[in-house]
Nanobody, 114 residues
Framework: VQLVESGGGLVQPGGSLRLSCAAS????????MGWYRQAPGKQRELVAT???????NYADSVKGRFTLSRDNAKNTVYLQMNSLKPEDTAVYYC?????????WGQGTLVTVSS
């Protein structure tokens, strides 16, 4: 299983970015997919997840600003990030779970700074 993230970069506070995570196979096979992030000097934390049934879960810090969605035809999940704050700066990792196995992408850096 390969997960390839894209879409990171530098954005000003209040701006938006959309992260993409393309899976090497059908995302129907995954029980859940999502995004975690790790800021410098901090532990990796959950950002958002989506189950195979389409249920989503968000960290309190991103509720109302981030939206997770999936395109089954493209085997891709997206994280739309709006109203970005400097504290959103981190490496964002895509993750997928299937029957007890967890897979990770290589990460994409998001920097929110003026």
């Amino acid at each position: 299983v390969q997960l390839v993230e894209s879409g990171g970069g530098l954005v000003q506070p209040g701006g938006s970015l959309r992260l993409s995570c393309a899976a090497s196979g059908s995302i129907f096979s995954f029980n859940a997919m999502g995004w975690y992030r790790q800021a410098p000097g901090k532990q990796r934390e959950l950002v958002a997840t989506i189950t195979s049934g389409g249920s989503t879960n968000y960290a309190d810090s991103v509720k109302g600003r981030f939206t997770l969605s999936r395109d089954n035809a493209k085997n891709t999940v997206y994280l739309q990030m709006n109203s970005l704050k400097p504290e959103d700066t981190a490496v964002y990792y895509c993750t997928a779970a299937r029957y007890g196995n967890v897979y990770w992408g290589q990460g994409t850096l998001v920097t929110v700074s003026s």
